[in-house]
């Protein structure tokens, strides 16, 4: 069996973000009486916007985490930026409510995290020194039983 610590708990921590950002959405929408759409609320708009815009890059993320687990094993660097996504998708959610350089450090956060898991993986795929092993095959002739 295959454990990914890193890539479980970064999801796991999604997760719970994820119900953090549904529940704030939720609060927004019976304060304000909106139950479908936005109803023309900027605050309700505000916060389906950090909701949604979480679910559009997490799956990126969390997929690219998990492949780079897989083929580099578990490292702090890795612990590192998994943390530092769900900080950044944390104050970009806050940033959404007006605090402006939360919204921009999440975001630049978020960009950078996924770049570097691209490229870390990219690097994975064409950087990792594969070694080629041959087998020689000799004729092999069939004797009949006496």
């Known amino acids: 069996m295959i454990i990914l610590p890193i890539s479980l708990t970064i999801a796991a921590g999604a997760a719970l973000l994820n119900l953090w950002l549904s ?16 109803g023309g609320n900027e605050l309700v708009t505000r916060r389906m916007r950090a909701h949604s815009n979480f679910v559009e890059n997490t799956a990126f993320v969390l997929i690219l985490l998990a492949l780079v687990e897989l083929g580099l094993g578990s490292s702090m660097w890795l612990w ?3 943390a530092l996504y769900l900080v950044g998708r944390i104050l970009h ?43 020689e095959i000799e004729e092999t002739t069939v004797v009949a039983p006496k």
Request: charged letters at 15%; proline letters at 2%.
């Open 80 to 82: 590192g930026v998994g």
């Open 93 to 135: 959610a806050i940033g959404m409510d007006g605090m402006m350089w939360g919204r921009m450090v999440g975001t630049i956060i978020t960009m950078l995290t996924q770049l570097g898991l691209a490229l870390g993986a990219l690097a994975i795929v064409y950087l990792t020194p594969v070694s080629v092993t041959t087998t």
């Open 23 to 38: 529940i704030r959405v939720g609060r927004v929408r019976t304060k304000e009486k909106v139950f479908v759409g936005d």
